[in-house]
């Protein structure tokens, strides 16, 4: 009888440790790839986190988190566990300290950067960071850096390029790019449905967010996009619901650029500021590979706001402050709630 009770009691163990979450510890500075990755004894690098990540079986949640330190990509990352994700278990891989802890500080995020050549064919020859491969999957709390490699012009940190997955979530992290010599094509190029992207800063990317082949329902809110050279979105050809509230969107070279001049989105623009941009809504000429201006754009944004006053704070110091690239308190979107920070 005992015999049979210590058994049923190692199948219990085993099974609720397949059901709750299973986490992952990385640390680039003191971490080894032969570690166990706990948190006493992290890897060292993402790949090895993502592909160990990738091969669990079983069920429930995993999380692969990232201890302060500079990450770099040499090839491209692909999201494609065998364990199934559902509505209740995600991939996710974030920052072990999270932008709203009291004690937190730049310092403490951590920052990704690649140095990878074009490792996608996909329409066109470009480089990814990140391929999203699975639904349910959650980037939170990281900072996202340039390529500097020069024989990629375009960089994507984070893509999804299958139109049938779902589900991507993407929360308080920055894009930082640098035409000059680290640049970023746009911060997340995507297709399918439900995206979301929240409290996020994208800042001079050449784009924000691409959103093209069957993105019904994505949502973008509580974000700040500023200083796109090309524009803070590209938006694909449907009339698809979608959400848009309580965003930032200034100082871009554009705001939207569809795929036609005679592009409809219906879905309102909500309590968003859209002010101090060279150009407003366009689209792509195939014929004259140049963005041409739209007058009257097709779009319902009866309730944004076009002009006020609006201040980035930018660094001038050794040290980067806390609202690094948010809006200053004498803006006029301080009720807005934009950037990395979640308010109750």
């Known amino acids: 009888m005992k015999k049979i009770l210590c058994i049923l009691s190692i199948l219990f163990l085993s099974f609720s440790h397949q059901l709750i979450s299973q986490d992952i510890y990385v640390d680039p500075e003191n971490g080894n790839d032969h570690n166990p990755a706990t948190k006493d004894s992290p890897l060292q690098t993402i790949k090895k986190a993502v592909t160990r990540a990738n091969s669990l079986t079983g069920t429930g949640t995993i999380s692969i988190k990232l201890f302060p330190g500079i990450y770099t990509l040499e090839g491209r990352i692909d999201i494609n566990p065998v364990r199934v994700m559902t509505d209740t278990t995600r991939f996710i891989i974030e920052a072990v300290h999270l932008p709203n802890a009291v004690d937190w500080t730049q310092e403490k995020m951590p920052k990704i950067q690649s140095v990878s050549g074009n490792n996608s064919e996909t329409i066109f020859p470009h480089s990814l960071g990140f391929l999203v491969a699975s639904p349910h999957v959650t980037f939170r709390g990281l900072k996202f850096l340039g390529n500097g490699n020069p024989a990629t012009p375009y960089y994507y940190p984070i893509a999804k390029e299958d139109k049938d997955l779902g589900d991507l979530e993407v929360v308080q992290c920055y894009f930082i790019g640098n035409k000059e010599g680290a640049a970023i094509q746009a911060g997340v190029y995507l297709h399918g449905p439900n995206t979301t992207v929240s409290h996020c800063i994208f800042h001079e990317c050449r784009n924000g967010i691409l959103l093209f082949n069957n993105v019904d329902g994505f949502t973008v809110r509580n974000t700040i996009i500023t200083k796109s050279y090309e524009s803070a979105f590209w ?77 980035i704070i930018e660094n001038k110091t050794v040290v980067l402050t806390k609202k690094h690239l948010h809006l200053t308190d004498d803006s006029d979107t301080k009720k807005l709630r934009a950037g990395i920070f979640i308010e109750d």
């Open 235 to 311: 938006l694909g050809p449907d009339d698809m619901p979608f959400t848009f509230t309580n965003n930032v969107i200034v100082h871009n070279n554009n705001f939207i650029v569809g795929r036609s001049e005679d592009l409809k989105y219906s879905s309102p623009l909500q309590n968003s500021i859209i002010a101090n941009n060279d150009g407003y809504v366009g689209y792509w000429s195939r014929e004259n590979q140049h963005i041409v201006p739209i007058s009257k754009p097709n779009i319902n944004d009866s309730s944004v706001k076009r002009k006020g006053k609006v201040a």
